[in-house]
């Protein structure tokens, strides 16, 4: 006949399940702390300040993954180099864990570095690839990397595997860029990055963002690009300021059908005064894309 449990078994059941239960609590305290660790890394390694320089507008916007212990490595840096031009970088680290956002720091860090000794954007491309490489780390990381001249308005851009950025002008104009690109950074030595020229005028913009803003379960990359597109054109056409196109622009994240991280970089120079979106007075920014190939 079945035997009948004693208080003793009982005992030791409730005191199996307090120990599994304090076990599973430490676990979930340990990943929220791990996920909060990673969060504060990535923030202290993005830009506090951005460049400034006559006419030059630039508007950011980053929303790091938050789910469960997704945290990515998505970045975006400006900065002026020692020719007195701006460098402007955009990329997504393989992975969503910490090791993708101190990978992160690492290729931020490396691009800024390796500015000093070459500004041209195909040459260090290639040297930061070699650098990762050199560190022995499994990760890889997408990329894009503008040096702009603001007096001059010349804009030169090379691409590692990163999502091609959009550009619209004033007088109705607007596309997705469409240069060669390279390979990611950290998979193989030697790589070459073809050079973009591009002429950047009054009126239109310039738009950078990372996979997470146009593509995911609910949205190819085809439409989510197609989006931001429509977006610029009619901030360029209706002369609505940097900050009020990056808004929108990390907005389209929210549809894509996963928590990712997203950055946007918009960039821009002055145009004639025209009213935004609060219907203040502001400064249009501006974007032509003519380009030719370099190296």
Not at 50 to 68: E, F, K
Not at 113 to 136: I, M
């Amino acid at each position: 006949m079945p035997r009948k449990r004693t208080t003793d078994d009982g005992d030791e059941l409730l005191a199996r399940l307090g120990s599994l239960t304090a076990q599973a609590r430490e676990r979930a305290e340990q990943q929220r702390t791990q996920v909060e660790l990673a969060i504060a890394l990535q923030r202290g390694m993005l830009p506090r300040d951005l460049p400034t320089a006559s006419g030059l507008h630039l508007a950011v916007r980053y929303a790091p993954a938050t789910y469960g212990l997704n945290v990515g490595g998505d970045w975006y840096d400006a900065f002026t180099m020692p020719d007195g031009r701006i460098g402007l970088s955009i990329g997504d680290v393989q992975g969503h864990n910490i090791e993708a956002a101190a990978f992160m720091g690492q290729v931020r860090a490396g691009l800024r570095a390796l500015a000093s000794v070459t500004s041209e954007p195909g040459d260090l491309l290639a040297r930061t690839n070699d650098l990762l490489l050199s560190l022995g780390s499994d990760l890889f990381a997408t990329c894009t990397f503008m040096r702009l001249d603001p007096v001059t308005g010349v804009l030169e851009s090379a691409r590692a595997g990163h999502t091609p950025f959009v550009w619209a002008t004033a007088e109705g104009q607007s596309g997705v860029v469409d240069d060669e690109g390279g390979p990611p950074l950290g998979i193989q030595r030697g790589m070459e990055y073809p050079v973009t020229r591009h002429h950047l005028t009054t009126g239109g913009m310039f738009v950078l963002l990372t996979d997470g803003v146009v593509e995911g379960p609910s949205l190819n990359i085809e439409d989510g690009l197609r989006h931001v597109v429509r977006l610029a054109g009619i901030a360029a056409v209706a002369g609505l300021e940097a900050h009020a196109l990056a808004g929108a622009v990390i907005k389209c994240a929210e549809s894509v059908g996963h928590e990712d991280d997203a950055a946007v970089l918009v960039v821009g120079l002055d145009g004639p005064c025209a009213t935004g979106l609060d219907g203040a007075a502001v400064q249009p920014e501006g974007g032509t894309p003519h380009r030719s190939r370099g190296r």
